[in-house]
């Protein structure tokens, strides 16, 4: 069992920075890859970001790729989404989930946490 909690999210101008974390509790975040999801208003559930186990291998959707980063702390159970560039078009409610392996759609995490807000202003 994994707990998801998501922080980070806030409302920020076109053009800045943030970074969102993903604070895990159990004692097997390492065996599990990690992905970012993002859902807008109206709009389905869209993939973001992946990253495998080790934290050596990332994925990302087409639309985020040279401003999003993600990474992760298997010592802190963390992992985060580093957001550059924001756009208008990013603003969405972003979640974190846990997979066994490494999958780009959402129907085959098996944890999720519960979402942060980002609003990006133009």
């Known amino acids: 069992q994994v707990q998801l909690v998501e922080s980070g999210g806030g409302l920020i101008q076109a053009g800045g920075s943030l970074r969102l974390s993903c604070a895990a509790s159990g004692r097997t975040f390492s065996s599990y890859a990690l992905g970012w999801f993002r859902q807008a208003p109206g709009k389905e559930r869209e993939f973001v970001a992946l990253i495998n186990r080790s934290g050596s291998g990332t994925y990302y959707a087409d639309s985020v790729k040279g401003r999003f980063t993600i990474s992760r702390d298997n010592a802190m159970n963390t992992v985060y989404l580093q957001m550059n560039s924001l756009r208008p078009e990013d603003t969405a409610v972003y979640s974190c989930?846990?997979?066994?392996?490494?999958?780009?759609?959402?129907?085959?995490?098996?944890?999720w946490g519960q979402g942060t807000q980002v609003t990006v202003s133009s």
């Open positions: 989930a846990a997979s066994r392996g490494l999958y780009y759609s959402a129907s085959e995490y098996e944890y």
